[in-house]
Nanobody
């Protein structure tokens, strides 16, 4: 049984930094690309970042490029999302997921085994 557990969310002010973690179990972690997505109330889930199996390649949404960094530690079965210079519009529930199909890393339909999500709230 695959399980993903996100942690690290919280209430912050604009300009702050935060690191999210997502620990996986039930899969051979190093054989999968991993991704982070987020969803705000009334909006569709959107791609944030993805990382290749050994972290060589990373992908970012334009809205977070230069501010967020995705990384992974295969020994710990964990993927991270370092978020710097947070903005009000970064407020969302953040989810990690396992990329199980397809070529592109940005489509949520290529992912499965979603975590329960962690809330990030940025205030002014």
């Amino acid at each position: 049984q695959v399980q993903l557990v996100e942690s690290g969310g919280g209430l912050l002010q604009a300009g702050d930094s935060l690191r999210l973690s997502c620990t996986a179990s039930g899969i051979t972690f190093s054989t999968y690309y991993m991704g982070w997505f987020r969803q705000s109330p009334g909006k569709e889930r959107e791609f944030v970042a993805a990382i290749s199996r050994f972290g060589v390649n990373t992908f970012y949404a334009d809205s977070v490029k230069g501010r967020f960094t995705i990384s992974r530690d295969n020994a710990k079965n964990t993927v991270y999302l370092q978020m710097n210079s947070l903005k009000l519009e970064d407020t969302a529930v953040y989810y990690c997921a396992v990329k199980v199909s397809g070529v592109t890393a940005v489509l949520s339909s290529n992912y499965a085994h979603w975590g329960q999500g962690t809330q990030v709230t940025v205030s002014s």
